[in-house]
């Protein structure tokens, strides 16, 4: 192990890092809107909207990311649309994600009696008001397990994005093996890199968890 090669690549790994955790963030973000959406038209059956749903949950949850990124990065530019390595990256990993998020916050909402949204209604709520403020805090709460999860897999699946040579992590670590054999210390930085992001990920989640039930259920 070579210390000397491993401080001079801090650098470049941190920036490669930046590139991670901003390509995560967008994909979680658009994995969550996605989700809520599928979710919300699946529990209320939503006409038309909930078969699309269903259609899309299918089909992102039984491809591989591999496969949607090159879809977005090779195919789209067949049919005239061209995006960038970066652009294809969030797209896929809201796509992929947006499937799984719907499920558990799916099951959040199943979970909530239909009897607390129909009192609410009948205290003179609007519906929106009653899904915002009586519906939405305690699915939420009963999803949360499951999000972090969800939010851990994400950030684990951007190690899949170099395919499309984008500059993550990942390629910077195959690029230093694969021009400078340092194997050793790619695969070090890497490890430790990861860990800085998934770590907070996980610990931050966990304590949300908590503090959602203790607000929503009072344990």
Known sequence: MNWGIVFRSLPTYAEAALLTVRVALFGIAGALLVGMCCAVAQHFR????????????EISRNTPLLVQLFFLYYGLPKLGVRLDQELCA??????LGGSFMAETLRSGLD??????LQSSLSLGLTPWQA???VVLPQAVAISMPG??????????????VS????PDLVFKAKEQIGSYYQTSEALLLLVVFYLVILLPVSLGA???????RRATFGN
């Not at 395919?163 to 984008?166: C, E």
């Open 131 to 133: 899904m915002r403020r």
């Open 111 to 116: 979970s909530v009696e239909p009897i607390q």
């Open 206 to 212: 966990g304590f949300l968890e908590r503090r959602l």
């Open 163 to 166: 395919i499309i040579a984008l």
């Open 90 to 95: 969030i797209i896929g990993l809201a796509f």
């Open 46 to 57: 939503l006409p038309v909207v909930r078969q699309v749903a269903a259609a899309y949950i």
């Open 147 to 160: 999000i972090t999860a969800n939010l851990v897999f994400l950030v684990k699946e951007t190690s899949v």
